[in-house]
């Protein structure tokens, strides 16, 4: 009978590791792509019900401004600025910079606040425009 193949390690898991920053930040990001998949969904079946008239499109158009749409446009708005300034994050990293691990966590941090801050003026500026 042959050898059986020896045992191979297991990665550790989120439970050995410290979280930091940057391990959310890129957590983050995925969570934040795939959210992105179900806005862009909601945002084609938004504008399905706009060309298919008046009545399709009143329902629709009470439910996103309703608290609970309003707070999924926050959201969707959100992700994809987190997604987009984490990118650009990334492609900073490909050039072989800010990989040290304060830095790391700074730019990580920046990416939070950065994406919120962004948020919330786009956000006011839309209620005022809407006004």
């Given at each position: 009978?042959?050898?059986?193949?020896a045992a191979r390690p297991l990665s550790?898991?989120?439970?050995?590791?410290?979280?930091?920053?940057?391990?959310?930040?890129?957590?983050?990001?995925?969570?934040?792509?795939?959210?992105?998949?179900?806005?862009?969904?909601?945002?084609?079946?938004?504008?399905?019900?706009?060309?298919?008239?008046?009545?399709?499109?009143?329902?629709?158009?009470?439910v996103v401004g309703s608290l609970f749409?309003?707070?999924?446009?926050?959201?969707?708005?959100?992700?994809?600025?987190?997604?987009?300034?984490?990118?650009?994050?990334?492609?900073?990293?490909?050039?072989?910079?800010?990989?040290?691990?304060?830095?790391?966590?700074?730019?990580?941090?920046?990416?939070?606040?950065?994406?919120?801050?962004?948020?919330?003026?786009?956000?006011?500026?839309?209620?005022?425009?809407?006004?």
């Amino acid at each position: 009978m042959a050898d059986a193949p020896a045992a191979r390690p297991l990665s550790p898991h989120l439970q050995i590791w410290r979280w930091t920053a940057a391990m959310a930040a890129s957590i983050t990001h995925r969570g934040t792509g795939l959210a992105l998949y179900g806005g862009a969904i909601l945002l084609a079946a938004w504008f399905l019900a706009a060309a298919l008239g008046p009545e399709t499109y009143a329902p629709v158009a009470a439910v996103v401004g309703s608290l609970f749409g309003r707070i999924v446009l926050f959201l969707f708005a959100w992700s994809l600025i987190f997604h987009t300034l984490n990118g650009l994050r990334h492609l900073y990293w490909d050039s072989g910079r800010g990989l040290s691990p304060k830095t790391a966590a700074m730019t990580a941090w920046a990416t939070y606040i950065a994406s919120l801050v962004l948020t919330l003026i786009i956000v006011v500026a839309a209620n005022g425009a809407a006004s």
